[in-house]
């Protein structure tokens, strides 16, 4: 069964810190690894990749993707408070998308 | 990426009656998708619908609680059936970015509260 998992659960860090996400997942037919930020209701997509040691960067945030050892990290820098929301972690296999548990973070000023 | 809406925003129903969500999407695609968010949990597929064909339900999810219907390229509803307060959640359509793209983007989302 394709699983992800998403560590740690929950983080509360100062602003100003910088901060690492970590996604794990065990999916057959592996097509995708999706990041995305979910604040109230709708997750807003932050990136996808596809291809191993590649580091794609939106501003403050960055993520890599390891295919060897099927994981990969988000990073954000000099957070903010507008960072705080739950961060999703989302393999694609075979035609769908299989969610991890999500990281909440907590930026406090 | 597509612009995605869903109508309503948030509803609370009374136990046993049921609710349809509608989902518009501002171009054509192939394929959407409803998801849903229970308290507390993360997202979990209930079901991809493709125009033109019956949607693909997965495991755990039947026809008969969550019918869905896919007309066209641009419109998908989902209809939540003799509904429980254990169906109290956020329910989400989702469209891939375009062909052959990996990526989803999802609607604003319906907060469904069951009492």
């Known amino acids: 069964e394709d699983k992800v998992v998403q560590s740690p659960l929950s983080l509360v860090v100062h602003e100003g810190d910088t901060v690492t996400l970590n996604c794990s997942y065990e999916v057959t037919n592996f097509r995708s690894l999706l990041w995305y930020k979910q604040e109230k209701k709708a997750p807003t997509f932050l990136f996808m990749l596809?291809?191993?040691?590649i580091e794609k960067k939106s501003g403050r945030l960055s993520s890599i993707l390891d295919k060897k050892e099927l994981f990969s990290i988000l990073n954000i820098t000099a957070t903010q408070t507008g960072d705080s929301a739950v961060y999703l972690c989302a393999v694609g296999g075979a035609q769908k998308l299989v969610f991890g548990q999500g990281t909440r973070l907590t930026i406090n000023p | 990426s597509a612009v995605i809406s869903q109508k309503p925003s948030r509803d609370i129903c009374q136990r046993g009656t049921s609710l349809t969500i509608q989902c518009q999407v501002d171009s054509q695609v192939t394929m959407m998708f409803w998801y849903r968010q229970q308290p507390g949990q993360s997202l979990t597929l209930i079901a991809t619908?493709?125009?033109?064909?019956?949607?693909?339900?997965e495991s755990g999810f039947v026809i008969d609680k969550f019918p869905i219907s896919r007309p066209n390229l641009t419109f998908s509803t989902l209809t939540v059936s003799n509904m429980s307060p254990e169906d109290s959640s956020i329910y989400l359509c989702?469209?891939?970015?375009?062909?052959?793209?990996?990526?989803?983007?999802f609607g604003p989302g319906t907060r469904l509260t069951v009492t």
């Open positions: 596809t291809s191993s040691g």
């Open positions: 989702s469209v891939e970015a375009g062909a052959n793209s990996y990526e989803q983007y």
């Open positions: 619908a493709n125009q033109g064909s019956e949607a693909t339900y």
